[in-house]
């Protein structure tokens, strides 16, 4: 089956009953290659009408036609795009597009196709056992492969090299059988992902000129003739590309299709990618009881999608390094963790993130952030301050677009007086709304914030209540004292 992102988590059916050579070849079963298995399921999933890459957000109109392109044409690719644009995230969905189960010679080390052997040990192995040589089936799940290029990535990391310990026990040098393969030839009849290539040292990318064109590979001066099937993907960011590091030209030339990755253009699109990341990793974050789990209202989920466009966009923030979505996802579950925390503490029903909750993303995100101007003496005062500032036009922003036109005037006139409502991270739902008493257009203001009839609690109506007041005290409507964790909204 798969998750929500389109990567294969368990199989969804048993593997095939074959279990040799001869079964297998009595099913009627062919040997088909990696790239054209990935065409062949992809054109059946695009005349389906169904999604190719699913969890992928923001690309649709974008990216996914250029990679599906490429896979059609069995072109391998190079995805290039700022940190966090969902590079590694596109890759592993790929294997979603692989068959679910594929034949394998049993105990060989480069997942052979029983049909069509590639190594001496295989042929060997079908000379001598026939229709009865062992087969067994591979899950699509264990036919990818991937390595993150550093400074010390070796070519037999990648590659291979003779094994010390065969060559003891008899083989020759020259023997194939004395190799022990690298990453590569081991994902044979797979998908092979290499992270951030240009920080792979040149003289390694050299070794990856033969997989990618002649599709062979050479070890320790002699030549092992095994023609590799696989689907070759980089990722790269640009900033490395023009500066730290790389690709050197005869590899650019060998791959098909360079890819250029993006930040989401819509905020709807943010927003998706936020609530999706949410629905996956909450459960895990914060246990496996629903009720436990902490509810953002969608005016605080679209408030922090908000911020991280403004910092995005802001002239203060190095453009060529970019804002990572994991800095939205982050910032997303500091602020849900603030909601945990005062449950826990205020012995609240139901943790429900609030406005009083935002602040936190601040001094949690500052380090997933580079500026412009920070130079060797970074002035973290000032950085906060930008980041701060931010968050309030967020917040006015949000405020401004979901409840335009409402009539607040009798949330105001309770200030009226001289009253003040405090509030805070640790201020229960109960002790903030039993400041105000009735609060008149309470269930318009939840409506207009995409509350459920059937789940306005009183937690709901304190984060519904909060936002209204600070988007009162951002259209200078209200007056504001903050002091730690204490807030004091006023006239």
């Known amino acids: 089956m798969t998750d929500t992102t389109g990567a294969t988590t368990a199989p969804a059916s048993p593997s095939p009953a074959a279990t040799t050579l001869g079964e297998l070849r009595a099913t009627g079963a062919t040997f088909r290659p990696v790239k054209a298995e990935l065409r062949a399921n992809l054109l059946t999933r695009l005349a389906a009408g169904e999604a190719t890459l699913p969890g992928m957000v923001g690309f649709e109109d974008t990216v996914l036609p250029e990679v599906e392109r490429a896979l059609i044409a069995g072109h391998d690719l190079v995805l290039l795009g700022e940190r966090g ?21 049993t105990g060989s080390e480069l997942n052979e196709h029983p049909l069509a052997p590639i190594s001496v040990w295989a042929h060997r192995q079908i000379a001598e056992h026939g229709d009865a040589t ?33 060559v003891a026990e008899g083989r020759t040098l020259g023997d194939p059988e004395t190799v022990h393969y690298g990453l590569v030839p081991r994902t044979n009849r797979g998908i092979f992902s290499i992270n951030e290539l240009p920080d792979l040292a040149e003289r390694i990318q050299v070794a990856l000129l033969n997989v990618l064109e002649e599709r062979d590979i050479q070890i320790r001066g002699y030549r092992v003739r095994l023609p590799l099937d696989l689907l070759l993907v980089a990722s790269a960011n640009p900033e490395d590309y023009t500066n730290r590091g790389r690709i050197i030209t005869p590899l650019k030339d060998r791959f098909g299709a360079e890819v250029r990755t993006h930040y989401p253009i819509e905020l709807a699109d943010e927003i998706r990618l936020l609530q999706q990341e949410a629905a996956l990793s909450w459960p895990t974050a914060f246990g496996a009881d629903h009720l436990a789990r902490p509810v953002v209202p969608q005016h605080l989920v679209e408030i922090v999608a908000r911020f ?23 910032g997303l579950e500091t602020v849900a963790a603030s909601a945990v925390r005062r449950a826990a503490v205020a012995g609240e029903t139901r943790p429900v993130a609030r406005v009083v909750d935002l602040p936190s993303i601040v001094p949690a995100s500052r380090g997933k952030v580079e500026f412009a101007d920070s130079g060797s003496d970074p002035d973290d005062d000032r950085e906060l301050e930008v980041l701060e500032h931010l968050l309030r036009q967020a917040t006015a922003q949000t405020f401004r677009a979901r409840c335009a036109g409402l009539d607040l005037s009798g949330l105001q006139e309770h200030f009226t007086g001289g009253e003040t409502v405090e509030s805070g991270d640790l201020v229960p739902a109960p002790a903030l709304l039993g400041q105000l008493g009735t609060i008149p257009k309470l269930a318009e203001l939840l409506g207009r914030l995409g509350v459920p009839e059937g789940d306005q609690s009183a937690e709901q109506a304190a984060a519904a209540v909060e936002f209204a007041l600070e988007g009162l005290y951002l259209t200078r409507r209200l007056a504001k004292d903050t002091d730690g964790g204490r807030t004091v909204y006023g006239a």
């Open 134 to 166: 062992p087969v067994g089936w591979l899950h699509r799940s264990d036919r990818f492969g991937e390595k993150l290029a550093t400074p010390d990535t070796s070519v037999g990391d990648l590659i291979g090299d003779v094994d010390p310990i065969k």
């Open 308 to 330: 991280t466009r403004l910092v995005r966009e802001s002239s203060h923030v190095d453009t060529r390094s970019g804002v990572s979505a994991r800095f939205a996802i982050a």
């Open 85 to 105: 644009q969902g590079k590694t995230r596109l890759i592993r969905t790929l294997v979603g597009l692989l068959d679910e189960w594929t034949p394998v010679l």
